[in-house]
């Protein structure tokens, strides 16, 4: 948030000195407020909390003061709200005032209004449940002027606060809901997505076929089978509520079945059945069409246990001429559903990595027959790489035994050529 830091309490982000009657008598001229003037002129003390409602009333005021002086006037202003004996009645009117357009600060208004609220939110103790009604006027300011960035580093923190609050589910909902709403105003699909699914699983028992949960739930469902980055529903399919759709929208819940599982011949048979349908809920048909194509892409590289998918079973599949199938190759891997790349020679598309849109029996008996697959081919290599060693065990023996036949030869020629005559001596007379 642009010069607002929202976080702990600290009580020293004011700095105002006098007492109470002083300090209102000085917001009660500056904000023209005859009402307060009036009861603080009076002899008798002013009765405080009544002067606190004229003031907080006034203070709408605030938008139409000079660039200059609004922090100041506002912080002033909140300190006396501070005051009060029960704030929760002062605050909410205070926070819509002070998020008012600031006349005189066209260019630094937003920032200077939201740092107003963000103090206040500061100023409560971190328990305290107020500040869910402070945080939901701030969420509010924040879709007006598309600032989610600055919300977006305490997103993390929003459960532990909630936690701490301990408000009821309602509240919380209203929270996460308004939360998705600053989202998509600033185009963070996702983010927004995210908040709607929170907001869905605060509905437990009978509440999740209430109509708040339906809506919301219809409103998921669309939200994800829209979306251009959104590709699986299990997540959605999941929670309650969403279930309960089949009885009280039951036409979205077919069509969010063929998105979570089913392929493009399916969606097609539902168009046909349900003609115009799509139309007049004013969903985007050429959107819904190519998103089916994409997921039943992956459905049969998934599908594929030798990870080749033939040109033909994608053209056939994807109901779409051969010249196209780089294009939707392409498509398909970059939206995260497979990695793999395409083998012109072979006329196929090889599977390296694929996501499993859903995984039930279907696909864990998909995944047995590539195991079995894998297991045949890696026995296969095996007998390959074992009849490999004994292949080679025999060489060496072969090797080993004509080695020593060759020794065992040159050791006998050796032999044989040391043994020499010894020469004859000339007889003599001493020979008889």
Known sequence: MPGATINGPQPQLLFVDGSFEDLAREMAEYLKSDEAKQLLSEDKAAPKEEVLSKLVAASSALST??????TAASNLMIHLAMQSSDPKKLLPTLCSNLAKPLINSPVHGAG????ALVTIFNLLEPNDPIRARVLMEILKFLKVHGLFDGLRTYLDKLPEWIVSWGIDAALERKIYEEVAEVALESGEETTAYE???????TFDGEGTTSEEAQRLSLRALKMAILSNTHYLFQDLRAIPS??????SQPVYSQLLDIFAEQDLEDYNDFNDEHKGWVEEQKLDAEKLHRKMRLLTFASLAAATPSREVEYAKITKALQIPQEEIETWAIDVIRAGLV???LSQQRQMFLVHKVTYRVFG???YQELATRVDHWRSTLQNVLAVLQQEQANAKAAKIREAQELERKLANVNVGGQEGGRRRQPQRERTDNDD
Do not use: M, T, W
């Open 242 to 247: 969403v279930q309960a759709l089949s009885d």
């Open 112 to 115: 200077l209004a939201l740092n």
């Open 65 to 70: 003061v000079p660039e200059k002086e609004f």
């Open 361 to 363: 029996q279907k696909q």
């Open 339 to 341: 990695e793999g790349k």
């Open 195 to 201: 908040f709607i699914l929170k907001a869905l699983r």
